[in-house]
C-alpha cells in the first residue's frame, strides 16, 4: 500500500482516509469520503511506520488506561516441543525475568514481565532486518520436540495463546504461530511395538499377533505388524516347544511415507504340567446307606493343565475317599489324580429297619386255654429300608405280647412279636380240655371263667 515510509508523501492523504475509514474508529463510514463521526472510543492510531514503537503503545495506553511499562510477553510452546535444562538456562540468561512453566497438558507457558529491553530485531551486520519494521523487537528461543511424539511430519511450536499481553490479560499483539518439520522419532516408533508377557507353554498353537500388542500413536496413518522366524522367513504361526526367537516388524505410514522398526522377542515354553483335576460329570448314583461302598459310574473327568488347558483322564486313574460311607447326611467324596484332588457330594442314610415277616410260626401252635403258650421255632425276618435283610430266632432278641388284653378261652389268639423295632403279628390256637369243658357246661363255670 505503501512506496515508502511517507504516508502523505507520493499518495497523498487518501491512504489514511482509507485506514481511517475501515478502522473502528469510524464504526458508521460508508466510504472514505462519507466516513461519518469519529467514536469517542477510538482505539486505531495511524501515523508513520518509522515512529517510535513506544509512541504508539504510549497512545493506546493513554486511550485504553494501560501503561506500557505493564505490558508483558506470554507465550506457550505446544505439547510436541520441550525445553532442555541447557535451552532454560540460555532463555533465562538472554531475558532475564523470565518464568518457565511447565504444564499438566504437556505444554510450557514462558512470560517476560520487563519488555522494555527487549532487542530490535537486526541482521548480523546490525542493520534493520525490514528498515520499515526497525522498531519490531525480537524474543527467540530453541525448543527440542518431544520423543513421544511420531513425528515425521510438521507440528505448531505454539499454541494459540501468546503475544503481548496487558496486565489484566487483555491481548495487544499476536505472535505468528509456525509449523516445524519433525524427524520421525525412534522412540516413539520403539513405541508402538509391545512385546507380549504372555509365558508360553508346550505344545502351545502360537500366532503372530501372538508375540505383540497393537498400538496406535497421533499422527500415523496405519501400522502393519508382521513376524519372521530365527532363519529371516514369515513366520505364520505353528506349535510351541523348546525356546525360540521371533522378530517383531512395524511398518508405519506416516504422511505417505513407511518407516519400520523392529524388536526381538525370545520365548521359552514352559513344560505344560497338570496343575488340577476337574469333574465334567457327576457319578450316577448320588444317594447311598450307612455301610454302602461308593460307585463312581458314569464319573467323568479332565486334567487341568498349565495352560488352562484341558485332557480327558481314564476314569480308571482315579481313587476315591472313603471307599465305604460310615456317616450319614451330606457326604463329601475326594476324588484324586496324581495328587490332585476334587470332590463331589453325596446324600448317606442311615440303615433302619422298616418292616417284619414270620418265616416259621412256633413249633407248637396250640395250648390250653389258661396255660402260657411256648414259641420255641419262631422265626422273624427284618427288612431295613436299604433293602437288607436279618432272619431272627433267638427268642431273646424278640418282644412277643397278646394283641389285645383280651384273653381267647377258644379260637385264635394274635400276638405281636417286636424285632429290632419293628412289629409283626401271628395267631395262636388256645383250646379247653375235657375237665374245662365239664366245668363250663355242667356247673355254668363260663360264670367263673
Do not use: H
Not at 117 to 137: Q, Y
Not at 319 to 348: D, S
Not at 410 to 439: E, H, P
Amino acid at each position: 500500500m505503501f512506496n515508502d515510509d511517507d504516508l502523505y508523501g507520493d499518495v497523498g492523504e487518501k491512504n489514511a482516509t482509507y485506514l481511517n475509514a475501515v478502522s473502528s474508529n469510524y464504526p458508521n463510514a460508508a466510504s472514505m469520503e462519507s466516513t461519518g463521526e469519529k467514536t469517542a472510543d477510538a482505539y486505531c492510531t495511524v501515523g508513520s511506520l518509522k515512529m517510535d514503537l513506544s509512541g504508539v503503545f504510549g497512545d493506546i495506553s493513554e486511550v485504553i488506561g494501560v501503561p506500557i511499562e505493564s505490558a508483558y510477553v506470554s507465550d506457550t510452546v505446544s505439547k510436541y516441543f520441550y525445553l532442555t535444562a541447557a535451552q532454560k538456562q540460555a532463555l533465562t540468561a538472554a531475558y532475564p525475568g523470565t518464568t518457565i512453566t511447565e504444564n499438566a497438558d504437556g505444554t510450557t507457558t514462558i512470560e517476560l514481565r520487563d519488555i522494555s529491553f527487549l532487542p530490535v530485531a537486526a541482521n548480523s551486520d546490525g542493520s534493520a532486518v525490514d528498515p520499515d519494521n526497525e522498531n519490531i523487537f525480537k524474543m527467540s528461543f530453541d525448543v527440542t520436540p518431544r520423543a513421544e511424539y511420531i513425528g515425521g511430519q510438521a507440528y505448531s511450536t505454539n499454541t494459540g495463546m501468546c503475544g503481548v499481553f496487558t496486565a489484566d490479560g487483555a491481548q495487544l499483539a499476536q505472535f505468528e504461530v509456525p509449523s516445524v518439520e519433525v524427524p520421525v522419532s525412534e522412540k516413539a516408533l520403539g513405541d508402538l511395538i509391545q512385546l507380549t508377557d504372555k509365558t508360553f507353554y508346550e505344545g502351545d498353537t502360537i500366532q503372530p499377533a501372538n508375540l505383540y500388542v497393537p498400538k496406535t500413536m497421533d499422527g500415523v496413518d496405519k501400522i502393519t505388524y508382521s513376524v519372521k522366524d530365527e532363519k529371516g522367513n514369515v513366520f505364520t504361526g505353528g506349535t510351541l516347544s523348546g525356546t525360540r526367537t521371533f522378530t517383531v516388524v512395524a511398518a508405519v505410514q506416516i504422511g505417505g511415507k513407511i518407516y519400520t522398526k523392529e524388536k526381538t522377542i525370545t520365548i521359552v515354553a514352559v513344560p505344560n504340567e497338570v496343575v488340577g483335576v476337574a469333574l465334567t460329570k457327576n457319578p450316577t448314583k448320588r444317594n447311598y446307606f450307612v455301610g454302602d461302598s461308593v460307585d463312581i459310574s458314569g464319573i467323568a473327568a479332565n486334567a487341568v493343565m498349565q495352560n488352562g488347558k484341558t485332557e480327558p483322564i481314564d476314569t480308571k486313574e482315579l481313587t476315591v475317599t472313603p471307599a465305604v460311607l460310615t456317616t450319614a447326611g451330606t457326604q463329601y467324596v475326594t476324588v484324586e489324580y496324581m495328587g490332585l484332588t476334587t470332590t463331589f457330594p453325596v446324600a448317606v442314610e442311615a440303615v433302619k429297619p422298616v418292616r417284619a415277616e414270620v418265616v416259621t410260626l412256633p413249633t407248637q401252635t396250640t395250648y390250653v386255654y389258661r396255660k402260657a403258650p411256648t414259641f420255641t421255632g419262631l422265626t422273624v425276618k427284618v427288612i431295613c429300608n436299604n433293602g437288607t435283610e436279618k432272619v431272627v430266632n433267638d427268642l431273646s432278641e424278640m418282644q412277643i405280647r397278646p394283641a389285645s388284653d383280651v384273653r381267647v378261652r377258644r379260637g385264635a389268639q394274635k400276638y405281636n412279636v417286636t424285632v429290632d423295632g419293628v412289629t409283626v403279628s401271628f395267631n395262636m390256637q388256645v383250646k379247653l380240655v375235657w375237665w374245662q369243658w365239664l366245668i363250663l357246661i355242667l356247673l355254668f363255670g363260663w360264670i367263673w371263667y
